[in-house]
């Protein structure tokens, strides 16, 4: 099945500062890569998404980059804000008839006033 | 909660003793899936359904059940079986398996055994 790897598992930056996380996929065949935030104690949230026929998408301070060769796809969000402190996770579709999402296993992102 | 309720929100269980998460979508969803949450990991899948009376396990499947009467239902049994349930558990859906829109999560038990 999928394993997704994410990096790192912390992550501090200053307020106005840009944050990257990264993940590696296992699965080639894997086509959709959707972005969560979780806020303490709430439900994860889909922030953005990429399909492997793109290699770039962004939405205002929120980009995805997709390398299917590597197997590997980063969020990278840009001016942080103090509301941007969450825990983000990464996911990949499985491949095959049953598609289900794989997780990472999460980034803490504390965006320091 | 966007259309997808779980309840109740924390949950106290006995040792030896079943409980039962309820997991209800409004969204003509097909496919349901319950993850488990543990502090600093990830989402782990317990089982999945894609289609009403049909559902499959996930990765850590043992001590738990579920049933898929209805498209809009998808509750999740935690038997005594299930030895370490302690765990914010997570219900989810999507129209196509996640393909196309992704997964909607509802907002979550918190599982506590006492």
């Known amino acids: 099945g999928e394993n997704v790897e994410q990096h790192p598992s912390t992550l501090s930056v200053q307020e106005g500062d840009s944050a990257v996380i990264k993940c590696t996929y296992s699965d080639s065949a894997s086509n959709y890569f959707p972005w969560y935030k979780q806020e303490l104690g709430k439900r994860p949230q889909l922030i953005i998404d990429i399909r492997s026929n793109v290699g770039e998408k962004k939405d205002q301070r929120i980009a995805v980059t997709l390398n299917k060769t590597a197997k590997h796809f980063s969020l990278h969000i840009t001016e942080t804000q103090p509301e941007d402190s969450a825990v983000y996770f990464c996911a990949a579709i499985s491949s095959g008839s049953a598609r289900q999402l794989t997780f990472g296993s999460g980034t803490q992102l504390t965006v320091l006033p | 909660d966007g259309g997808i309720t779980q309840s109740p929100k924390y949950l106290f269980r006995k040792e030896g003793q079943n409980v039962t998460l309820s997991c209800e979508q409004n969204?003509?969803?097909?496919?349901m899936y319950w993850y488990r949450q543990d502090p600093g990991q990830g989402l782990r899948l317990i089982y999945y359904s894609q289609i009403v009376n049909d559902f499959q396990k996930g990765d850590i499947a043992e001590g738990y059940s579920v049933s898929r009467e209805k498209k809009e239902s998808f509750p999740l049994t935690v038997t005594s079986a299930q030895k370490n349930p302690t765990a914010f558990y997570l219900c989810?859906?999507?129209?196509?398996?996640?393909?196309?829109?992704?997964?909607?999560f509802g907002s979550g038990t918190r599982l506590t055994v006492v």
């Open positions: 989810a859906s999507s129209i196509d398996g996640g393909t196309d829109y992704g997964y909607t």
């Open positions: 969204l003509n969803h097909d496919a």
